[in-house]
Structures are given as C-alpha cells and as structure tokens.
C-alpha cells in the first residue's frame, strides 16, 4: 500500500451529531492515525464532510426558520465542532452545498448520460421521507419503515433513472472477493442485488427545489444520494489541487488509481455504498472502492437502532463532557466490536476504561518509572532484544497489528492490553523494588519494560492519542506522573 485513502459516509445535515456519527468518525481517525505512522502523513488521505441537500433539510430549515444556506452551516459546524472535540484530524471537510461540488456531481452525471446510463420515465411508489428513498411492500413492517416508524408517502412523478441493473453482474462478481467486510455485511449485499431495479435518481424540483440542478432540464433536481456519493473523488482531487480548480473527471481516473481506497459506512448505508456508488464508478469508468468497511451499528439500550426519529440517540458533546474525550474514543474503539451491531454500555465502558487505561497500563507505567529513576538507570543502555518477555511482547504486537490491518480495532486493543497485562505480572514476578536484587538484574528487568511500554504506548496511539502523548513525555523526561485519573461512573 503506497498511498491510502479514507473516508466517511457523509451525515445529514438535519439535525446534531449523535453517537452513530461519532463512532464512523473517530473510527476513520484511528485508521488514519495508525497508517500515517507508517506511510507517513503525505501519503494518507481523509476525508469526511456533510450531506446538505434534500427534502429533510429544507423542512427542517423552515421549523428553524432559517435560510437555507444558515440551517446547513449551523449544523456541518456542528460536525466540524465535533471533529476538534475528538482529535478527529480529517484531510478534508466535504460540504455538497458548496459551489465546488456542483460540477463534481454534475460531471458523474454527464458520463452516466454520455454512457446511455439515464433515461427518463414516470413512476409511481412509496416513498420515505426520512430515509429519502422508494420502497416496496417487502421492506416495509407493518406498513412503516421498520428505521422510522412512519408510513412512506405515495407518490408519482415523471423522473430520471439510472441503470443500475445494466451493472448487476458486474458488482455481483466484485463482491465474490473479500470487498465488503464482515462477512455478514457481503452477504446482504449479494443478496440485495439479486433483486434489484433501475432507481430513480432525481426529483420534481417543484417538489423539491433544494438541490443540484438536473444538467439540461430545469424542471428536476438530482436525487441526495447521487448527488452526495460523487464527494468522494470530489474531495480527493480538491485536495490534491486547489478548491477552484475547474472539475475534470479524466484527473480523477488518473488519481483514483495512486490511492488505495477504504470506505466506511453503517449498515444501513451498505446498499448504496456496496452497490449503487460501485455502480455509479463503473459507469464513470473508474475502480472500484477497495475495501467498504461496515463498522458497529449502536443499539440503544432497547436494543434498537439508535436514530434521530426514533429520538433514542446519546449525544456525544453529553458523553464528552461527562467523561473528556480519551475515554470517550476508548469506549468506541477498544470496548465494542468494530463491525456488528453494540448496544452503548456507558457504565460498562467506563469500568473497562479505568480498569485497562487507567489500572493497568497507567499503573505499569508508573510503578516501572518510579524503579527506574529510583534505581539511577540509563534507559539509553542497550536492552537484550532477545529476552523471553520481550519476545513475547513482540510476538503480541504482531498479532495486534494483524488485527488492526484487518480493520479489527477492537481485537488489536484486547491484545495491547494483554501486553500490559504480561508485563505488569513480569514486574511482579520478577520484584525488581528488592534491595537483595542485583543491580544488573534490576537494569535487565526494568529495561525491558520500558521498551515494552514503548511499543504498548505506539500501538495505543491511534485510540487514545492525547493520553500517549503524555505517555511519551513521561518516558523521555523519566517524570513519574499519573498517567490518567480514574473516571466516576455516571448514577443518574
């Protein structure tokens, strides 16, 4: 891998971040973190923006009764407010009612139509406001959208539709590879685009005027999705040039190809990002996304999916304030599966934080700096590489980097602690506080758990930078500090 490419979905602009949002977020900065320590900053590239157009925003711009323009900066600042809250430290805030990002949706458009991808037809179905989208009966519970509890709207208009069936095959033979993960998340999609039809990709603009103008026909708008999906290759040849540079779809072929492109999305977003971007890639003669990493799908505690109209979301600006924000991407990245469905345990987590975090790495550290300094020792002294601890601890730092590069942060953090936990009963095995000890053998002991707490400090860096930042201060300066304090568990 030469160069990686990260990115988000892009959330709605319709309301505050919640922690669905926070943990796709902080989850893509992890990623970014770990790689750029290896391919170096310049070579890793993240993106992550706001979706600003649609029929949900302009309905809830006029309840707030504010310009449209002032709706969906108040609400992409709150996502930009979240990111510097949570040392998110994106390559890039994608805004799709920006003027630069009219010609990059504008651009897929023209290569769909140039292609024989679009044509134009009426159409009569049931259409969700919420989820923005036509559904059929079979998708429907009891008559409601089983994400949010309300009856889709009937609805008939004359529309554009793109092709995605001319593209089934194609897909279907990208998604036999290891594409989509996990496994779970493949599946659905195999089984999904067996089934599916041309979809509609725009809008009666006299229904719905908050939107990209349909190229050549000022009578429709473009669809949200289509027009939001196409922010992925517009924020990377933006970035990679400068934000007024003329859109030139050729370019973006050309540096699609110099990146390695991971994606990461919910689950309910796996149809379009697995499926209808693919296709939308094809018709664009473009490669396809590498790998679609679909990440935890939060539960709220009755085990339902966490969302906005079901009103059982957990703010994450609440969980930040309670807990500060270390904790609060620990409790994301290392205490709940990285792909699957996790209900938001808050006092589970917050034992797991001070019991992994605070106990046994921030105590380790501690109690071996204290014996260090105590015991006049150089830690520049050559350390034995070859000892049985270290080569145990080295061993578990390989296999925590292989679940990392499998996308499987929360194994690779069980692993880290489970080095903290091998040296801290190094330590009290070995008694290295004895007066009775001989120096040399103190200096061996205590060498090897400072090179140990290194490479705990390293793998730890991309879930919980702040607190290794601090670590690695107290390793170079030889300055016994607490490393963090223990955090109270909320009663209310």
């Known amino acids: 891998m030469k160069k990686l490419y990260i990115t988000t979905t892009l959330p ?22 770990y790689y750029k320590a290896r391919l170096s900053d310049d070579n890793v ?11 949900k925003i302009w309905d809830k711009s006029k309840s707030e009764n504010l310009d449209i323009h002032e709706f969906t900066k108040k609400y992409s600042d709150r996502f930009k407010e979240f990111c510097t809250s949570f040392d998110v430290e994106y390559s890039f805030f994608y805004r799709t009612s920006k003027d630069y990002h009219y010609p990059v949706a504008t651009a897929f458009w023209n290569e769909a139509m140039k292609n024989g991808d679009i044509y ?3 159409y009569k179905g049931l259409y969700c406001v919420g989820c923005e989208s036509f559904k059929l009966d079979k998708d429907l519970i009891d008559g409601k959208c089983p994400d949010h509890g309300t009856e889709p709207i009937e609805l008939e208009e004359e529309n554009y539709f793109f092709k995605l069936t001319k593209y089934r ?3 279907a033979d990208y998604l036999q590879t290891e594409f989509v993960i996990p496994e779970s998340d493949r599946k659905f999609a195999q089984e999904f685009i067996k089934n599916i039809e041309d979809i509609s990709i725009s809008r009666d603009k006299a229904k719905l005027s908050w939107g990209i103008p349909v190229p050549g026909d000022d009578t429709q708008v473009m669809y949200v999705w289509f027009d939001a999906l196409s922010n992925y290759l517009g924020s990377l040849y933006f970035g990679s040039k400068s934000i007024d540079d003329h859109f030139d ?13 991971l994606q990461l999305c919910g689950a309910d977003n796996v149809r379009f990002q697995a499926i209808i971007w693919q296709a939308m890639l094809i018709s664009s003669k473009i490669k396809f996304t590498d790998k679609l990493l679909v990440h935890s799908w939060i539960l709220g505690s009755d085990g339902r999916k966490m ?23 620990f ?7 990285t792909t699957g469905n996790a209900i938001y345990d808050e006092a589970g987590f917050v034992d797991q934080f001070n019991s992994r975090v605070a106990d046994n790495y921030g105590n380790l550290l501690n109690r071996v700096i204290v014996l260090i300094v105590k015991n006049n020792i150089k830690t520049s002294n050559v350390t034995n590489d070859n000892s049985a601890i270290l080569n145990e601890v080295n061993q578990l730092k390989n296999r925590a980097e292989q679940k990392f590069e499998e996308y499987n942060i929360f194994e690779y953090s069980v692993i880290i602690n489970d080095i903290a936990t091998l040296v801290n009963k190094y330590v009290t095995e070995t008694e290295p506080w004895k007066k009775e000890k001989p120096q040399e053998f103190k200096t061996d002991v205590l060498l090897n758990c400072f090179k140990a707490l290194k490479i705990i400090t390293e793998l730890y860096k991309p879930i919980i930078p702040k607190t290794t930042a601090k670590a690695a201060y107290i390793l170079e ?11 109270a568990r909320d009663e209310n």
């Open 477 to 487: 300066s030889l300055k016994p500090e607490i490393l963090v304090a223990k955090i």
């Open 249 to 261: 779809i050729t370019d973006v072929r050309d540096l699609r190809e110099e990146f390695y492109f």
């Open 12 to 33: 709605y602009v319709n309301a505050e971040p919640h922690i669905a949002h926070a943990i796709e977020f902080v989850l893509a900065d992890a990623i970014a973190r």
């Open 331 to 337: 409790f994301f990245l290392a205490c709940m599966s």
């Open 120 to 122: 134009k037809k009426k």
């Open 169 to 171: 095959e194609h897909i």
């Open 45 to 55: 590239y993240f993106n992550v923006g706001t979706d600003e157009h649609g029929q």
């Open 307 to 329: 969302s906005k109209t079901l009103g059982n979301v957990i703010s994450p600006f609440e969980q930040l304030e309670k807990y500060g924000s270390e904790a609060v991407r």
